[in-house]
């Protein structure tokens, strides 16, 4: 309650001082890098810092209030968690070439740490199809992960928003119904105060989109 008050205090109806916001990587692909010139531009007076990672530690960040909000897929049901704005992505799974599911279980992979929602997902596909994930690679830069599959090491699943510069012309391939839609959201802890820098930045969200 202290800290809330100070920080309502603090605040002014001109956005300004400090907002730090949480992005897990695959977001960054879209709209989300223009965006952020754009606030940073219009609103020079907050000092943004921008964190990655995956869902699960970047939530926690939020709840112990090292970051002001974040940009998550995947979201679990916490009753602390205030959704802002949400939408829902379309994976696929990206390959160079003609992808075989035919092959689905016996077919090497490229994925993100523990954690990862996109793996968890495959996980869940190919434990239903009756196998295990088994032949992968771990990587941790979403960069590196896309430059493995477009040289033709493995494959992977993630959403189709990705598909973006360098990597446009990878091979996209739809899943079943079932796997095929996650759900991205720009959330924070529930709270009465917020501040005029976030506001901003969640109107921006809101109009301009990810």
């Known amino acids: 309650m202290?800290?809330?008050?100070?920080?309502?205090?603090?605040?002014?109806?001109?956005?300004?001082?400090?907002?730090?916001?949480?992005?897990?990587?695959?977001?960054?692909?879209g709209h989300f890098i223009p965006l952020i010139a754009s606030y940073q531009s219009t609103y020079n007076q907050v000092e943004l810092s921008i964190k990655t990672g995956q869902t699960p530690q970047l939530l926690e960040k939020v709840k112990e209030y090292d970051l002001d909000a974040t940009l998550v897929t995947d979201i679990p049901s916490f009753p602390w968690i205030e959704i802002d704005e949400s939408w829902t992505e379309e994976l696929v799974v990206l390959s160079h070439d003609e992808f075989n599911f035919?092959?689905?279980?016996?077919?090497?992979w490229v994925v993100s740490s523990s954690g990862c929602p996109f793996r968890k997902r495959l996980e869940e596909?190919?434990?239903?199809e009756g196998g295990?994930?088994?032949?992968?690679?771990?990587i941790h830069s979403l960069e590196?992960?896309?430059?493995?599959?477009?040289?033709g090491l493995a494959a992977?699943?993630?959403?189709?928003?990705?598909?973006?510069?360098?990597?446009e012309d990878l091979y996209a391939f739809p899943i079943p119904e079932k796997y095929r839609y996650m759900t991205t959201a720009?959330?924070?802890?529930?709270?009465?105060?917020?501040?005029?820098?976030?506001?901003?930045?969640?109107?921006m969200v809101k109009?301009?989109?990810?």
Do not use: M
């Open 102 to 108: 035919t092959t689905l279980l016996d077919r090497k």
């Open 125 to 128: 596909w190919l434990q239903d």
């Open 156 to 167: 992977t699943l993630l959403p189709r928003s990705v598909l973006k510069g360098a990597y």
């Open 132 to 138: 295990s994930l088994e032949n992968y690679l771990e």
């Open 2 to 29: 202290v800290e809330e008050s100070i920080r309502v205090l603090q605040d002014h109806e001109q956005p300004n001082g400090s907002l730090r916001i949480g992005v897990v990587e695959t977001v960054t692909c």
């Open 207 to 210: 109009r301009d989109g990810i």
């Open 144 to 151: 590196i992960l896309l430059s493995s599959v477009k040289a």
């Open 186 to 203: 720009l959330l924070r802890r529930k709270e009465k105060h917020t501040s005029y820098a976030y506001q901003a930045f969640c109107e």
